[in-house]
């Protein structure tokens, strides 16, 4: 996918296997799966983390292909899914550090700069969420209250 900002290209990230089906080499079930996720879940793991682990401790290459449900569907169904998306929490944290940063250097303008896109992003998500209805009608995002959102 194409830089929005920087005139660039990008680069290639890596691509899923063609197959959809399970792996005769895999020696998990769905249900295993399930409680595997749900365990690293509670233990407080975000979604892409819990992928991680899991492709990387257990040898479970793609939890779709086993459960036919992703990582968030499961957290779903289980009540588990923290109040806001991943990537949002993720950007709201950036922005705490670009704040932070900003404070003791105040000549920054690149870190401005990178603020100023950042924020822009997280309200372009949000109105995605919102659409969405993963977010509530009645949220938004405040730059002076965005270290509240975060904890």
């Not at 365990?39 to 492709?55: D, F, H, P, V």
């Not at 896109?117 to 995605?128: A, D």
């Amino acid at each position: 996918m194409a830089r929005m900002y920087s005139r660039k290209k990008g680069k290639s990230g890596s691509t899923k296997p063609l197959t959809k089906k399970a792996y005769s080499w895999m020696s998990y079930k769905a249900k295993e799966v399930e409680l595997l996720v749900v365990k690293l879940a509670k233990e407080g793991n975000q979604t892409s983390k819990i992928g991680l682990i899991l492709r990387d401790t257990y040898g479970i290459p793609d939890v779709k292909s086993i459960t036919k449900k992703s990582i968030s569907d499961i957290l779903e169904k289980r009540k588990l899914l923290p109040k806001l998306p991943e990537n949002l929490t993720d950007l709201l944290k950036r922005i705490i550090e670009l704040q932070k940063h900003i404070e003791t250097n105040k000549k920054d303008m690149v870190a401005k700069r990178g603020l100023q896109l950042t924020e822009s992003k997280v309200r372009r998500l949000t109105k995605y969420y919102k659409n969405t209805e993963k977010l509530p009608q009645d949220w938004n995002y405040n730059p002076k209250r965005v270290r509240l959102l975060v904890d």
